[in-house]
């Protein structure tokens, strides 16, 4: 067997497969994969490149650095270096998270929303009731993968688009964020939260200061957001578990039918989701020791144009954990260079919206010119 077969291919071949079902799952495990036609070995390594999905965010991460450091002395130093990763890593986090669900079929319009929720239920335990902050993170977090859990299980079991699902958690959740809070605390905010027991470990942990260089602060959530990505790219490119991805999200009925699990892993994708949720949630909350009631709306449409951006399709099946984070990077130094040249930041939808677009049409090329064997 050829690896890099599409599903569908194997499936036929897979159809007088005698062997026990559990016997194929393993040979799908190791070799089953749908990230669109794979570019063939014997092409050169130019040819390749051009056929990765992380293409277009490569060029927008170029673009945009060269465009900023002609416009502006301070964008490429240390310090203009650390505040576009100081607003990349959380958008980062959270865009790898959504680019793994994206590449599995599926959307979470309620992932920015959580992240609020999950530092407001932390919040609220610390503020309220005397709780230590290492056991209220913990209790937030299993409310994040509740709530995934719920979506993944309404997504999966019913049949309705997640869209619609994730739609109604957005809203359910922004009710939840605002009534809770402001019936037990009469605002709409929670502050205070460094007075908690363990404050200061968690803050090491969570938003702390690693590395001080020319006037630049690098801070603990760009750390964060290596490690998840490094996490998102070995799940992808050397796991059963990421082959599972790439086939739920592009041929789910074939992929079911050769073996993988295909409700299973769509489930585990939103609870890895919503854990992105908390891990960005917990870095806010902490780092500013107190948490709005009202934030996070709109910020599921960033995470997903940076998924976007970074190579992935909304019909699922092919992307990138890599080009997801890239996205993240042309997102940061996109809205920090618009502050360092003078910019109206009223511009910034509009270079946002134009980059996405400008993604999805790199994107469209570049699989019907591999599905065209035009790349191999």
Request: overall charge positive.
């Amino acid at each position: 067997m050829v690896r890099g077969q599409s599903v569908d291919a194997r499936t036929r071949g897979a159809a007088g497969d005698r062997r026990p079902r559990r016997a194929r799952s393993r040979v799908v495990g190791v070799t089953a994969t749908t990230r669109s036609v794979p570019v063939s070995r014997d092409r050169g390594p130019v040819v390749r490149a051009l056929a990765r999905p992380e293409l277009g965010a490569v060029i927008g991460v170029v673009v945009t650095a060269v465009y900023f450091s002609t416009r502006t002395d301070s964008f490429a130093t240390a310090g203009g270096f650390a505040a576009v990763l100081d607003i990349a890593a959380p958008v980062g986090i959270m865009s790898v998270a959504v680019a793994l669900l994206l590449i599995g079929g599926e959307f979470d319009l309620s992932a920015g929303v959580l992240a609020t929720s999950c530092g407001l239920v932390a919040g609220l335990l610390v503020d309220e009731y005397g709780v230590a902050i290492w056991e209220a993170i913990g209790w937030s977090l299993l409310f994040a993968l509740a709530v995934g859990l719920l979506n993944g299980l309404l997504v999966t079991r019913t049949r309705v688009p997640s869209f619609i699902v994730t739609l109604g958690s957005f809203f359910a959740l922004q009710g939840l964020n605002l009534g809770v809070t402001r019936n037990l605390t009469g605002e709409a905010e929670i502050s205070g939260l460094d007075a908690a027991a363990g404050f200061e470990s968690a803050r090491v942990v969570f938003a702390s200061t690693t590395l001080t260089v020319g006037g630049g602060a690098f801070h603990a959530a760009t750390l964060w957001w290596v490690a998840v990505t490094l996490l998102g790219v070995v799940l992808l490119g050397r796991t059963k578990f990421g082959n599972w991805i790439y086939g739920s999200g592009g041929a789910p009925e074939s992929a079911r039918r050769i073996g993988v699990p295909v409700t299973r892993t769509k489930v585990l994708l939103f609870m890895g989701t919503a854990a992105a949720a908390w891990l960005v949630g917990t870095i806010s909350a902490v780092r500013l020791t107190s948490v709005q009631a009202g934030a996070g709306v709109g910020d599921e449409f960033v995470f997903i144009i940076c998924a976007v951006i970074g190579g992935c399709l909304l019909t699922g099946g092919v992307g990138s954990a890599l080009g997801a984070a890239l996205g993240a990077l042309v997102y940061g130094m996109a809205r920090e260079g618009i502050v360092l040249a003078g910019w109206d930041r009223d511009w910034f939808a509009l270079l946002l919206g134009g980059t996405l677009i400008a993604a999805v049409l790199i994107n469209t090329v570049v699989v019907r010119h591999r599905s065209d064997g035009q790349y191999g």
